[in-house]
């Protein structure tokens, strides 16, 4: 199965930037696509973005639309998700997910069927 490890996490000031990088490894046969969650303390899990890996589409939820971008190192197997404007709201355990195909479609189909990273924490105040 495919691994994930993301990385960039860390603290920041209102309005500031961060960028997050996820590497996998193992067997990424099947996946077709790449996405971010976060979860808030006491809060929901947030679909945040998703790209083909195709690279063919991306989709963002509407609360990091226009400030966020996701993409992706074919050659590093790595996605980014790169967050400007940060806002306090956007303070989260962020993950990277790996979607194998028929699963894609939904968040719910991510969150149940796709490979988790273990998470990277982003604090904005």
């Known amino acids: 199965h495919v691994q994930l490890v993301e990385s960039g996490g860390g603290s920041v000031q209102v309005g500031g930037s961060l960028k997050l990088s996820c590497e996998s490894s193992?067997?990424?046969?099947?996946?077709?696509?790449m996405a971010w969650f976060r979860q808030a303390p006491g809060k929901q899990l947030e679909w945040v973005a998703r790209?083909?890996?195709?690279?063919?589409?991306?989709l963002y939820g509407d609360s990091v639309k226009g400030r966020f971008a996701i993409s992706q190192d074919n050659a590093k197997n790595t996605v980014y998700l790169q967050m400007n404007s940060l806002r306090p709201e956007d303070t989260a355990t962020y993950y990277c997910?790996?979607?194998?195909?028929?699963?894609?479609?939904?968040?719910?189909?991510?969150?149940?069927?796709?490979?988790w990273g273990q998470g990277t924490q982003v604090t904005v105040s």
């Open positions: 193992g067997n990424t046969h099947g996946i077709v696509c």
């Open positions: 997910v790996a979607g194998p195909g028929g699963y894609c479609w939904t968040p719910q189909g991510l969150r149940d069927f796709g490979s």
């Open positions: 790209m083909d890996t195709d690279g063919s589409r991306t």
